[in-house]
């Protein structure tokens, strides 16, 4: 008899298990539908907004044994999943939970203490009911629906087409919703404060990254907030303002652009000298309004005039002079002496400008019209062959000059000529052969030393000024030859030249 118990068990646990089956099921049927034998279990509620239910049941168009059938929540979200047992013992005609519990792999997160089925059902209730009560606060944020594949899958699927839900192999997928990020253990959902965080540590949020600006003296190492960009800077009053330098920093900072600017630290404050025309701005110093640095590499040489400045200023002096009765005026950036001819000069005496004879016209002047007179900005001598030269008119004009020292050359010439002939005269012969017809040693040195000192000379006189001089003494034998042509005989004139 036991026997029997035992095997009668055994087949009945066999029945009782559902047999999937093809989507066979492909209508649904009006609320309030209700056939002989089929009571209300036998239906689920399946469209969004709609009196249309799924049917578990004999006749045609129901679900049979194993249909897999969903149920949607107000937003059409697939929310859980039924199948139809017909297996007429125990439970015949009727949808039953069928259990997913099977994380998808590619989830963004898994929710401890929850199974995957649970999570589905406890977040589409917080969603439907706006739930935010303090024991489903680990599921604030979080979003989970089936998938029919090993992924995420966001496809709403036409539900009249149960072919669909039948012979897959289900999963869960969990993800952050927006707004939300994944925890650190990623088994939850926290706000996504990313912005917020990157704002209020003085940076600007570009959609994934937080950007730090330089001049606020901030930077970021993550992407996601800033930071002071170094252990000299400290955070100001308000973060969003971005660092300022720590005390110690400020102080090196300061003394720093204090020096730079031409200034001198002293006592934790920036000295500026007056005297080279700086003034102090703040802890630094700078040129007066209308100067500039005289060297930008050593701002400590101090401040000049700016050229527009002092071209101003010149000119407005020029007007002050002109109404001061100085026939003065302003041209060219400069202030002149205006309707004459050169014989004034401007004079800065510091007030004004005054307009003085200059020395060379006051020179001119004094030497009378009879001998000078002033014309083009210069003296002119009446005698042409003069020329005005420191406050007199000299005869000393270029050709006047090289007459005297041509004259000159020709004295000492002459005179190193007498010199010559003073020497030869103390020879034994002086003539180019002696009385036996041999060729005159003695006269070839003596007029050899007459060659050199004509060549010396250059060649500015001719050989007549010896031959005056020295026909008595033999240079009747003396040729000029180029090779063995002659080119000139005694008593022809030609110059001595040094090329």
């Not at 036991?2 to 066999?14: D, E, I, R, V």
């Not at 949808?95 to 590619?106: L, R």
Request: aromatic share 8%.
């Amino acid at each position: 008899m036991k026997k029997h118990s035992f095997l009668f068990c055994l087949l009945l646990s066999l029945i009782t298990l559902p047999q999937f089956a093809l989507g066979q099921c492909s209508r649904f049927f009006p609320k309030g539908y209700n056939s002989p034998g089929i009571g209300r279990q036998a239906y689920i509620e399946a469209v969004k907004g709609s009196d249309q239910f799924w049917g578990c049941g004999n006749d045609e168009g129901m679900c049979d044994t194993g249909d897999v059938v969903p149920q949607l929540d107000t937003n059409g979200k697939i929310i859980a999943l039924y199948y139809c047992d017909r297996n007429g013992f125990l439970t015949a005609n009727k949808f039953n939970d069928f259990s997913v519990n099977i994380w998808c792999t590619g989830t963004e997160i898994r929710p401890s203490g929850y199974t995957p089925e649970q999570i589905v059902k406890e977040t589409s209730r917080l969603e439907d009911s706006a739930n935010t009560s303090s024991d489903n606060e680990n599921l604030k944020g979080i979003e989970a629906y089936y998938s029919t594949k090993d992924a995420q899958d966001t496809s709403r699927y036409d539900i009249g087409n149960i072919t669909v839900f039948n012979g897959t192999n289900y999963c869960v997928f969990a993800k952050c919703k927006s707004g939300y990020l994944p925890n650190s253990e990623k088994n939850g959902c926290v706000l996504d404060e990313r912005e917020t965080n990157c704002r209020n540590t003085g940076g600007t949020w570009s959609g994934s990254k937080c950007n730090c600006a330089a001049n606020k003296n901030i930077k970021t190492t993550d992407n996601l907030v800033c930071e002071c960009i170094s252990t000299n800077y400290e955070w100001k009053s308000d973060k969003k303002q971005g660092c300022k330098p720590t005390a110690a920093a400020q102080q090196r900072i300061n003394a720093e652009q204090c020096t730079k600017s031409g200034g001198r630290w002293s006592n934790n404050d920036c000295v500026c000298d007056k005297n080279i025309h700086l003034e102090k701005i703040g802890k630094a110093c700078k040129c007066k309004d209308g100067y500039e640095y005289i060297d930008e590499t050593n701002t400590s040489k101090g401040c000049k005039m700016t050229a527009a400045t002092q071209n101003a200023q010149d000119k407005d002096k020029c007007e002050k002079s002109k109404e001061a009765g100085q026939p003065v005026g302003w041209r060219n950036n400069a202030c002149h002496c205006t309707g004459l001819d050169g014989q004034y000069e401007i004079i800065d005496t510091g007030e004004i400008y005054e307009c003085e004879e200059t020395e060379e016209y006051s020179a001119c002047i004094k030497l009378g019209s009879s001998v000078a007179y002033w014309a083009g900005k210069t003296c002119n001598c009446t005698d042409t062959t003069k020329q005005f030269r420191n406050g007199n008119c000299n005869t000393n004009t270029d050709a006047y000059q090289q007459s005297l020292d041509a004259a000159a050359a020709v004295a000492e010439i002459e005179q190193l000529g007498k010199e010559l002939n003073d020497i030869s005269a103390t020879f034994d012969r002086s003539k180019w052969r002696d009385a036996d017809g041999n060729f005159n040693t003695a006269r070839l040195a003596s007029d050899s030393v007459a060659a050199v000192v004509l060549g010396t000379a250059g060649g500015l006189i001719s050989s007549k000024v010896i031959k005056k001089k020295q026909v008595e003494n033999g240079f009747e034998d003396i040729k000029c030859t180029i090779g063995s042509q002659e080119v000139a005989n005694w008593g022809d004139e030609f110059q001595v030249g040094i090329q």
